[in-house]
């Protein structure tokens, strides 16, 4: 049984699923799945159950915070990261209130991602 922690990217941009693959696999996580949308992120995360999910806020379809409600709804113990910019506070905190256990602000440093993953995946 691998103790690999299984990821979940959600993001619309695919430059941004990239970085944040990049980063989790050097440190020892395995991207099991990427979302570009919430419809994709629900779907995906029924099939792989993932330890992580990392959720972007502003995507095409559903508000982040919305999915993150979603998720929860679907697996109380689902471990989400919301990734998102800098002027959406407001969201950020209804991600958090819907159930999300951390937040970064992109960009994002390396390190914090690393912090957020490892401090959030069960």
């Not at 691998?2 to 990049?22: E, G, H």
């Not at 999915?67 to 990261?81: F, G, S, T, Y």
């Amino acid at each position: 049984m691998s103790s690999q922690k299984r990821v979940l990217i959600v993001d619309d941009s695919m430059v941004m699923r990239a970085m944040i693959k990049d980063v989790l696999t050097k440190d020892g996580f395995e991207v099991v799945g990427q979302a570009k949308n919430g419809k994709e992120a629900l779907e995906q995360y029924q099939q792989l159950r993932p330890d992580l999910v990392t959720m972007d806020i502003i995507m095409p379809g559903e508000h982040g915070t919305d999915v993150v409600k979603r998720l929860v709804e679907l697996d109380k113990d689902a471990r989400i990261v919301v990734v998102s910019g800098l002027n959406q506070k407001s969201l950020v905190m209804q991600a958090m209130d819907n159930g999300a256990r951390e937040f970064l602000v992109k960009p994002f440093e390396n390190k914090d991602l690393l912090e957020a993953a490892r401090k959030t995946a069960r």
